[in-house]
């Protein structure tokens, strides 16, 4: 054998060692694309029938909100309603209660006024309540020229 020969037989096992791992590489590659291929069938099998209740559940909920938008606006106008009908009572009954108020005050006041002028003729006159005004306090009688509660 000459050196030739052993350099082509040399050649001739790497180019066999060469294919078989390249054949081995692509049954491994057929493999991985048939099970890519079986794995996006299944995602598309189960995908179709969520995107439809995705859709379904879409359209419900567009089908609530339309709902709540014409709950929310005839609670609108029954408050507006409302707020209308408290307007016309307040300026309907409001002052003539505000009236009679007064002159049920009025009328307390006259009585409890003669009360105490005919309580007055038979006992001594008592001092009268102070006053407060905001942190001071206004003086309700004055005693021998003095104002109580001031020292000169």
Known sequence: ???????????????????????????????????????????????????ADAST???????????????????????????????????TFGGPLVKVAAFGYGVRRAVSGRREGAAARTEPAKAPDRTVIVGRTVPGTRRAGRTRGKKD
Do not use: C, K, Y
Not at 10 to 25: E, P
Not at 57 to 80: C, F, G, K, L, N
């Open 1 to 51: 054998m000459s050196g030739g020969e052993v350099a082509g037989i040399l050649v001739a096992v790497f180019w066999a060692i060469l294919v078989s791992f390249l054949a081995v590489a692509l049954a491994r590659l057929a493999q991985t694309l048939r099970a890519t291929t079986r794995l996006v069938a299944d995602v598309t099998d189960q995908a179709v029938p969520l995107l």
């Open 57 to 91: 559940a879409v359209r419900s909920a567009q089908t609530q909100i339309e709902r709540v938008d014409a709950i929310a606006s005839d609670v609108q106008e029954v408050t507006s309603n409302a707020s209308a009908l408290s307007t016309t009572v307040a300026s």
